[in-house]
């Protein structure tokens, strides 16, 4: 399955790093989301953009910032992490088309370790 | 507020049948998903109920009671491969998805 890939699959930063996740759906969707994944917890929405536009912020920290240029593309950027954001990013994507169940199609996600 | 409550883990025996419950308290209702996420491996899509009922995909079956909040995820002739995580998500009424923790389901030989 690659509708919607993710890289890098794994990253490891220091606290004073900057760096950035990338994700790319090839299914034709509007939509694309931010998710972080805790052991044991719900997933967190962090970010929706519809046709490139956000939509969605959930209180999410500014050390998180996300980037869309296009309806297939999606960054996050990375800065001045703390340990506990330590987890697994996934990215999905959805058709946002109206009528019938709006499905999000994910990616493997980005384990992420910060030290 | 809005929750989502699913058992955290179940363990079931080859070749049985195991139901995965889900209950939930929203702002509004506009469907349920069912989704399949194997360790390390992206969530992937099993069903979509909005109706009451049950819909029967193959050995998975999900039935959902709107008037209960309740919904559930039924696997029969369960194979070593299902082992896997089966997260609940409720459509809100703002069209927002709201996750359960997911339910850990392992399978013994």
């Known amino acids: 399955e690659t509708g919607v890939t993710q890289t890098p699959r794994h990253l490891v930063m220091g606290m004073t790093n900057k760096k950035s996740l990338k994700c790319e759906q090839h299914?034709?969707?509007?939509?694309m989301y931010w998710y972080k994944q805790s052991a044991k917890k719900p997933l967190e929405l962090m970010f929706v953009?519809?046709?490139?536009?956000?939509?969605e912020n959930n209180s999410v920290p500014s050390r998180f910032s996300p980037e869309c240029p296009n309806s297939s593309h999606l960054f996050l950027h990375l800065h001045t992490l703390q340990p506990e954001d330590s987890a697994l990013y996934l990215c999905a994507s959805s058709p946002m088309l109206a009528g019938g169940p709006d499905t999000q199609y994910f990616g493997p996600g980005t384990r992420l370790t910060v030290l | 507020g809005q929750n989502i409550d699913q058992p955290t883990e179940m363990t079931a025996t080859e070749g049985a049948i195991v139901q995965i419950n889900c209950t939930y308290q929203t702002s509004g209702f506009n469907g349920l998903f069912w989704y399949q996420q194997h360790a390390g491996e992206a969530p992937t899509f099993l069903s979509y109920n909005v109706l009451d009922g049950l819909e029967e995909k193959g050995r998975f079956s999900s039935f959902l009671s709107r008037s209960k909040g309740y919904s559930y995820l039924l696997l029969k002739e369960l194979q070593m491969k299902d082992s896997a995580s089966y997260l609940c998500?409720?459509?809100?009424?703002?069209?927002?998805?709201?996750w359960g923790a997911g339910t850990k389901l392992i399978i013994k030989p």
């Open positions: 998500a409720v459509v809100d009424s703002n069209y927002q998805l709201i």
């Open positions: 953009y519809n046709f490139k536009e956000q939509t």
């Open positions: 299914l034709g969707h509007n939509a």
